[in-house]
């Protein structure tokens, strides 16, 4: 019976990083509003490493329009304007000679319809992992019936990891319906 859990708690943990990993790529997708994870992924060179500007700057939102970075050090601020132009943010920063603004554009109509198309791709790859997670946990226990387990204990074990699966399935959705109202929010 102890396998059986292991083989529970796998699958959950599995379904669990799909879950957390959606999170924060729905994080990612800029639905009009400022929010500072938009820098997260641009990188920013400090003293011979590639590091993340929030590690070189504080990264703050004043309103719902704009994203602030002061940099620590006043001779970075050249480089972390140089490294959001680089980036794949897509916005122009304006540098006032101590913060950098960045000016979040309304979105079009036609933009909000492409990312809330990427947000329903992400959350079909999180559901398509929630479900091999399920997959594999099944196998793993057909697998435990040919080493002795009772097929009614395996019956009921297929049973646990197919109530698992139909929450994160309902997580899963639950973040998209958020992303989406969120994205499509004039």
Do not use: C, F
Request: proline share 4%; hydrophobic share 40%.
């Amino acid at each position: 019976m102890v396998d059986v859990k292991k083989h529970l708690n796998d699958a959950e943990e599995k379904m669990q990083h799909a879950v957390m990993y959606l999170e924060e790529t729905l994080d990612h997708i800029r639905a009009g509003k400022a929010n500072p994870k938009l820098l997260d992924g641009v990188k920013v060179e400090y003293y011979g490493s590639h590091v993340p500007v929030s590690n070189v700057a504080t990264v703050s939102t004043p309103d719902a329009r704009t994203i602030t970075v002061q940099p620590w050090e006043k001779s970075m601020l050249r480089e972390i304007e140089k490294a959001i132009i680089n980036s794949e943010v897509g916005i122009m920063p304006d540098n006032n000679g101590e913060i950098i603004r960045l000016a979040i554009p309304p979105l079009t109509e036609e933009r909000r319809k492409i990312l809330a198309k990427q947000a329903k791709q992400d959350a079909e790859h999180a559901k398509v992992s929630v479900r091999n997670a399920r997959r594999d946990a099944i196998e793993a226990l057909k697998k435990l019936i040919k080493e002795g387990l009772a097929e009614d204990a395996e019956k009921d074990a297929e049973a646990d990891v197919q109530k698992i699966h139909d929450r994160y399935i309902k997580k899963v959705d639950e973040l998209y319906a958020a992303k989406e109202k969120e994205i499509m929010t004039v």
